[in-house]
C-alpha cells in the first residue's frame, strides 16, 4: 500500500514540481500545470496522462485499480489510481509519464524514457 507520504515523496522528486492545493486535495504540478492530484481521505491519486499511456497504464493487473475518470476528463487524459492497489515502481513510473505530458520539454528530456 502506498502512503499519501510516499506518494509526495515520488511526486515531488522530479526537477521543479511543486506541491499546491487544488480544491479539497493536494496538487503537484510543473510550471503551474498540474501531472497529478491525491485525494488522501479517498486513497486515490489522479494523474494527467497521453491517451497512449492512459491505455498502457490502464492495463494493470486488477482493473479497479486503474481506469480513466469517467466523462470527458478520461478523454483528456485523467487516470485514477487506487494507492492501497499498486505497486510504488508502477506509480513512479506512471507519474513520470504524467510530468513529461505536462513539463516544459527541457525538463521532461531529462526524464522521458524514450
Same mark, same amino acid.
Given at each position: /500500500?502506498?502512503?499519501?507520504?510516499? @506518494?509526495? &515523496? #515520488? ?6 514540481? +511543486?506541491? #499546491?492545493?487544488?480544491? *479539497?486535495?493536494?496538487? @503537484?504540478?510543473? &510550471? ?14 489522479? #494523474?494527467? $496522462?497521453?491517451? =497512449? *499511456? ?16 469517467? =466523462? ?9 489510481? $487506487? #494507492? =492501497?492497489?499498486?505497486?510504488?515502481? @508502477?506509480?513512479?513510473?506512471?507519474? /513520470?509519464?504524467?510530468?513529461? +505530458? ?7 528530456? &531529462?526524464?522521458? /524514457?524514450?
Amino acid at each position: /500500500m502506498i502512503t499519501a507520504q510516499t @506518494f509526495r &515523496k #515520488l511526486a515531488l522528486a522530479f526537477e521543479e514540481a +511543486e506541491e #499546491l492545493p487544488h480544491f *479539497d486535495k493536494a496538487s @503537484f504540478r510543473i &510550471k503551474k500545470k498540474i501531472f497529478a492530484t491525491l485525494n488522501e481521505t479517498q486513497q486515490r491519486a489522479t #494523474l494527467k $496522462l497521453s491517451e =497512449n *499511456d492512459q491505455s498502457i497504464f490502464s492495463l494493470y493487473g486488477d482493473k479497479t485499480a486503474v481506469y480513466p475518470v469517467p =466523462n470527458k476528463w478520461g478523454k483528456q487524459g485523467w487516470t485514477q489510481f $487506487l #494507492l =492501497n492497489k499498486v505497486e510504488e515502481e @508502477f506509480l513512479n513510473d506512471a507519474l /513520470m509519464a504524467a510530468y513529461c +505530458e505536462v513539463a516544459p520539454k527541457h525538463l521532461a528530456s &531529462k526524464y522521458n /524514457m524514450l
